[in-house]
């Protein structure tokens, strides 16, 4: 995924300072509309485009990796697509709360870290040597809330808005009725269901997702990341 990330990002800077030629993948031009109009919205859609990309074309090494190395892999794919529907898809992501969504998004602010921190409960080793079930036990409680309270339940909405946007149509073969599955069996989908937690079931009940007809609506994308459900970014 780093070397996708710099080789999109290496070209662009290329092409922008005169390179002739057109540009060798979409995910290197999503780079350059970057360059071109450095918006919020533009940086996640280049950054999120070169990550799905790499995800997806080299899904047979995630195949062949352990258990823990194949559940964060998950983790931090869907913890991407979420930052990125924050500032590009608020009413997805974060419902009646949307107008928030721009701030907490912005990959200028500290805010972004703070929603991809994994560090708190991975070791600094690989491959991982410990169940899945022993990281779970071990993740904080901003962590949990997020990924089960917030994502969660908004899984197959948020994978298609992101395959739409990122013109990744692979994408969906990620998901399933709302069960992460890339390089994780659907048969295995204990792991993602909710923990018996007082301020995850307060998260899903004060902001459920929204219904399907109205955040699920997706429009035109061209230029960078134009909003689709309805809101300005």
Not at 129 to 142: I, Q, S
Not at 226 to 231: L, P
Request: charged share 20%.
């Amino acid at each position: 995924m780093n070397e996708r990330v710099l080789r999109d990002g290496c070209e662009a800077v290329a092409l922008s300072g005169g390179l002739p030629g057109p540009a060798s993948s979409r995910t290197a031009d999503f780079w350059t509309a970057f360059a071109g109009r450095p918006t919020a919205q533009a940086w996640y859609r280049a950054h999120n485009g070169s990550v799905v990309a790499a995800y997806l074309e080299h899904r047979d090494l995630a195949e062949a990796e352990n258990e823990a190395e194949r559940f964060f892999l998950n983790v931090v794919l869907c913890r991407v697509l979420y930052t990125h529907a924050l500032v590009a898809a608020p009413r997805i992501s974060l419902g009646w709360l949307r107008p928030l969504g721009p701030f907490l998004g912005d990959p200028r602010l500290g805010m972004v870290g703070v929603f991809l921190q994994l560090s708190r409960i991975l070791p600094d080793e690989y491959p991982l040597t410990a169940g899945v079930r022993f990281y779970l036990g071990a993740e904080r409680g901003f962590g949990r809330l997020l990924d089960y309270g917030m994502i969660v339940p908004r899984l197959q909405q948020l994978y298609a808005w992101s395959a739409h946007e990122l013109e990744a149509p692979g994408l969906l073969d990620c998901v399933r009725d709302g069960v992460l599955t890339y390089a994780w069996p659907f048969e295995e989908r204990g792991v993602w269901q909710p923990p018996k937690s007082i301020p995850v079931r307060m998260a899903r009940r004060v902001v459920p997702p929204e219904r399907r007809g109205r955040a699920h609506g997706i429009g035109s994308t061209s230029g960078g990341g134009a909003e689709t459900d309805g809101d300005s970014g």
